[in-house]
């Protein structure tokens, strides 16, 4: 199975910083078949980017996602109190869909 | 719009088994596939299978192979996931997710999730 390494696994920014995360992974996952979620406490994963760079409905501009082959990057410009959470990315390439073991974003 | 509700928190003894559902309200699963994924406390999203409508044809992450069985009654929109042998690393919080559209398998819209504790 594809294994995806997020990193870092946590990250200590504040509201109106621009952030990277970074997915990696262990082969390369062809046409860009690399999804993004945001997960918050208790709730359920928010779908962020679909197929590498394109956005999710209702997911505002300040997201951005780019990267093919092995490494794929989530850029969050301007942060928000909203968006400390964590971040996941899936692969959908190569069942089983795989995850990765998530970044934490949190308020510094 | 799509809404997954899922039945409500379950606790279960060491070797026996747990079915949840997953309803489709607000419409059908519209031949989209159901998936079944995990998150353990505190840690991260692990996808356990999924199930195709129309067809009803279920495939199974090869860890979970001989412990789940995934069904589907479309007659009321609503998906099931059964796990046996259950033992305490099945602690988790089990959520369903709809396919993004046919052969998409990320997932837009998701049930609120059910906790499945295991203990003695």
């Known amino acids: 199975e594809i294994v995806l390494t997020q990193s870092p696994g946590t990250l200590s920014l504040s509201p109106g910083e621009r952030v990277t995360l970074s997915c990696r992974a262990s082969?390369?996952?062809?046409?860009?078949?690399l999804a993004w979620y945001q997960q918050k406490p208790g709730q359920a994963p928010r779908l962020l980017m679909f197929?590498?760079?394109n956005r999710a409905t209702g997911i505002p501009d300040r997201f951005s996602g780019s990267g093919s082959g092995t490494d794929f990057t989530l850029a969050i410009s301007r942060l928000e109190p909203g968006d400390f959470a964590l971040y996941y990315c899936?692969?959908?390439?190569?069942?089983?869909?795989?995850f990765g073991q998530g970044t934490k974003l949190e308020i510094k | 719009q799509v809404q997954l509700v899922q039945s409500g928190s379950e606790v279960r003894k060491p070797g026996s088994a747990v079915k949840i559902s997953c309803k489709a309200s607000?419409?059908?699963?519209?031949?989209?596939?159901i998936n079944w994924v995990r998150q353990a406390p505190g840690q991260g999203l692990e996808w356990m299978g999924d199930?195709?409508?129309?067809?009803?044809?279920?495939n199974y992450a090869q860890k979970f192979q001989g412990r789940v069985t995934i069904t589907l009654d479309e007659s009321t929109s609503t998906a099931y996931m059964e796990l046996t042998s259950l033992r305490s690393e099945d602690t988790a919080v089990y959520f369903c997710a709809r396919d993004y559209s046919v052969k998409a398998p990320f997932f837009e819209f998701w049930g609120q999730g059910t906790l499945v504790t295991v203990s003695s």
């Open positions: 607000g419409g059908s699963f519209n031949g989209y596939s």
């Open positions: 197929g590498a760079s």
């Open positions: 899936q692969q959908y390439d190569t069942a089983p869909w795989t």
């Open positions: 199930i195709v409508p129309v067809f009803a044809i279920p």
């Open positions: 082969q390369s996952i062809t046409s860009g078949y």
